[in-house]
């Protein structure tokens, strides 16, 4: 879908807040990919540290707000913009996780992320005229959730509260609180209390 020109006037980063399409024409587009690079600068060093309270500065920068002193990330983390990345308290992220972020990334207090998550809020539309074009919808993951490794967190979805993602899953819907779901796609393998 094309954003039409009188929608050029409105910064990118705003757009992508209320969930509008970005076309691969977009005047503003460069500044998508500068916010990349900046990011990438900051990640180069963060993923090198072993020092705990560096990455969480160094983060801290990535995402433009603090990342409390409970929360664990065990590096390599890879992130694509950082700004639209908002973490709780007690958080902890293990290795090689993937975080695209430019829909927007909750993930709320107590929860734990296993190695190789991919959380991807971006997208391309289906129709082949469109698909360079950029769609996006947030992630939400909700307090004491686990997400287990491997698993995909798909565009728009929210992981409810104390829910469990089994290892591979890739998720394309909401999961509800207190459940656990697994499979290509997830589905609701039980609930649990």
């Not at 290795?95 to 959380?119: Q, R, T, Y």
Request: net charge neutral; glycine share 6%; proline share 5%.
């Amino acid at each position: 879908m094309k954003t039409s020109d009188h929608s050029y006037q409105e910064d990118i980063f705003e757009r992508l807040k209320k969930e509008k399409n970005i076309s691969s024409d977009d005047p503003q587009g460069y500044r998508l990919r500068e916010a990349s690079f900046a990011t990438k600068a900051l990640l180069v060093p963060m993923n090198n540290s072993a020092d705990p309270k560096e990455i969480r500065d160094l983060l801290s920068q990535i995402t433009g707000s603090a990342i409390d002193e409970s929360t664990t990330i065990f590096t390599p983390l890879y992130i694509n913009y950082g700004r639209n990345i908002k973490l709780g308290k007690n958080v902890f992220i293990n290795f090689d996780c993937v975080f695209l972020d430019l829909g927007g990334i909750i993930i709320e207090d107590h929860v734990l992320i296993a190695p190789k998550v991919s959380l991807l809020t971006e997208g391309h539309p289906i129709e082949a005229e469109n698909r360079q074009s950029l769609t996006v919808a947030p992630i939400h993951i909700k307090k004491n959730a686990w997400i287990g490794a491997n698993a995909t967190i798909l565009p728009g979805v929210t992981i409810g509260k104390n829910a469990v993602v089994a290892a591979g899953s890739i998720v394309n819907k909401n999961v509800p609180d207190n459940t656990i779901v697994g499979g290509i796609p997830a589905k609701i393998i039980k609930n649990i209390s």
